[in-house]
């Protein structure tokens, strides 16, 4: 990853992170609404805290952009059984440069190096440019549809 760093989640981040993810548009495809900096702190706090379940991994990490110096979204995996379910965001200024292309592509490198045989993602019909994230990380779309987001797919070796 040339231009970000991926930093694990902490409490501290989420002041500026409800500044990136405060645009209404990033919940077209997801629901819900921006979350105020108080919620964000304390869901941060619940993930920074891990799964209650020790069979299950929650990885979440925030985006920084180098040049910037400053947050742009998230990339997420959650690990249970070999299977890595991954998400990402990023706020509505970084989208098109990339950022979360290159933030996912990462996640599935790190995530080769880790007990895990298949990635999956689920990508909403309409969401075009989160369906070429998924495709440039190398996953698949498959026939499969979960509340009402159809199931990509990368099993690795």
Same mark, same amino acid.
């Given at each position: ?6 930093? %694990?989640?902490?409490?501290? @981040? ?7 993810? /405060?645009?209404? =548009?990033? @919940? ?31 990885? $979440?990490? &925030? ?15 959650? +690990? ?5 379910? *991954?998400?990402? &965001? +990023?706020?509505? %200024?970084?989208?098109?440069?990339? *950022?979360?292309?290159? /933030?996912?592509?990462?996640? &599935? ?10 990635? *999956? ?9 989160? =369906? =070429?994230?998924? =495709? ?13 987001? *159809? ?5 690795? $070796?």
């Amino acid at each position: 990853m040339d231009r970000l760093t991926l930093l %694990p989640l902490a409490v501290e @981040h989420a002041g500026e992170m409800a500044e990136v993810l /405060a645009d209404p =548009a990033l @919940h077209t495809f997801t629901g819900g609404t921006p979350l105020t900096s108080e919620a964000l702190r304390a869901r941060y706090g619940r993930l920074a805290a891990g799964s209650p379940d020790p069979a299950v991994r929650w990885l $979440n990490w &925030v985006i920084r952009l180098r040049d910037e110096n400053r947050l742009t979204g998230t990339v997420q995996a959650t +690990v249970a059984d070999g299977t890595a379910e *991954i998400a990402w &965001v +990023v706020g509505t %200024p970084w989208q098109g440069r990339g *950022i979360a292309r290159e /933030a996912a592509q990462g996640l &599935v490198t790190w995530l080769r190096t880790q007990p895990v045989h298949t990635v *999956i993602a689920h990508v909403h019909p309409d969401h075009h440019a989160s =369906a =070429a994230v998924a =495709a440039s990380a190398g996953l698949t779309a498959t026939d499969e549809v979960h509340d009402g987001e *159809i199931r990509w797919r990368l099993h690795l $070796n």
